[in-house]
């Protein structure tokens, strides 16, 4: 059903202020994540993480209680809050550490080989100008209310795209996909360009202002999954004594492994911890496939008995965070997919510059009256 021009003037109302409010923003987050897709190659070119060494495989593992001793005493005033194995790294143990357990920000990331249990590095935190790009894409410096503003802006850029759909049909009517006017003016041919770069990137930008927006909730989420079903399963399930205070890690890795043996552990939230109790262990176990091991599933360990005594499926918005997370980076398909990711973020960057050169360059006749003339002669020459 052809668009009236009427119809045609409100879509592009619409279609006009979501992406000037947005564009400045949106640009930011395609300049800052475009280096952050090829964060895990970049830190190792700058030192800041590092491989584990060559060793023979003889199947051994160094003891994870020990290691988690050793952390602790290299930084005696901090609690141990996590253990982190990454699906990519399977010979490599990461330990967090924070100021107290409950404290909502890492003070040290230590390294270690999981087959010798030697230490390895630090990561630096908090420095760097990977650490300035995340923040800036993540909050703006901001916190929390900068990451719900940036989610905001990613719902405003969804409208501009579904809004710039509806305006493509009518505008390219009558001419040839992919049609660039170089005969007309300059700013006749950035127009086209932009009505080009935007529909051809349409369904990846959707994809990756979805998911980004589903990413600024993640703080959110994870405190009514902690205030919910975490509370549930702690007190249908009280533990049997205090926890000491230290060791038992190796005793809880054991018995998650045996209540989800198709499964590995991501990580492990220690007692204290906002994502365990203070006498529990909380162990999320991911799936064996490139897409179940982003479904994590928690295990609750008794931290005094070492016995599991409870798993669940995360809830359905839980699981779907996990899956946006890496989604939004192009983190599921190796450098291949990463590259995809960086040459569209490039094009996306070309279509948010051509809308701002197009907004700049109206004459005193409006570029949206023009606009709505010519997709309401479905493409015919203005």
């Known amino acids: ?189 950035w127009l086209d360009l932009h009505n080009l770069l935007g529909i051809v990137t349409l369904a990846w930008l959707l994809v990756v202002g979805i998911t980004g927006t589903i990413n600024t909730l993640a703080i959110p989420i994870a405190g009514y999954w902690q205030v919910t079903e975490l509370a549930a399963m702690v007190s249908e399930n009280p533990a049997t004594a205090p926890y000491p205070g230290t060791g038992g890690v190796d005793r809880a890795l054991t018995a998650a492994r045996d209540a989800e043996p198709e499964r590995e552990l991501s990580f492990m939230a220690f007692p204290g911890t906002a994502f365990a109790s203070p006498d529990h262990f909380v162990a999320f176990m991911r799936g064996p496939t490139p897409w179940t091991e982003r479904l994590l599933k928690p295990v609750l360990i008794d931290g005094a008995s070492g016995a599991a005594v409870d798993s669940r499926e995360l809830p359905w918005y839980v699981a779907t965070l996990l899956i946006s997370q890496p989604l939004h980076f192009g983190d599921y398909g190796g450098m291949p997919l990463k590259v995809l990711w960086a040459i569209l973020d490039l094009i996306t960057i070309v279509v948010l510059v051509s809308g701002l050169y197009l907004w700049v360059k109206r004459r005193n006749v409006t570029f949206e009256a023009q606009y709505v003339a010519e997709a309401g002669r479905h493409g015919e020459a203005a």
Do not use: N
């Open 1 to 189: 059903m052809a668009l009236t021009a009427t119809a045609v003037k409100r879509w592009y109302i619409v279609h006009k202020w979501t992406s000037l409010i947005s564009t400045v923003f949106l640009l930011l987050l395609c300049l800052t994540g475009l280096p952050l897709i090829f964060s895990h190659e970049i830190d190792h070119a700058l030192g800041y993480s590092v491989d584990p060494p060559e060793l023979p495989e003889t199947g051994e593992r160094a003891r994870l209680d020990d290691i988690v001793a050793d952390a602790a005493a290299r930084r005696p005033g901090d609690a141990v809050q996590f253990v982190v194995s990454d699906a990519d790294e399977p010979d490599l143990w990461t330990v967090i550490l924070g100021e107290t357990a409950a404290a909502p920000e890492a003070s040290a990331f230590l390294s270690y080989d999981a087959r010798s249990g030697a230490y390895l590095h630090e990561y630096p935190l908090r420095q760097g100008i990977m650490y300035i790009l995340l923040r800036l894409h993540l909050d703006l410096f901001a916190g929390l209310p900068g990451t719900l503003f940036l989610g905001v802006m990613g719902l405003l850029l969804a409208a501009s795209l579904v809004s710039g759909a509806v305006l493509y049909g009518p505008f390219m009517r009558k001419l040839k996909f992919g049609a660039l006017r170089r005969r007309r003016s300059g700013r006749v041919w």
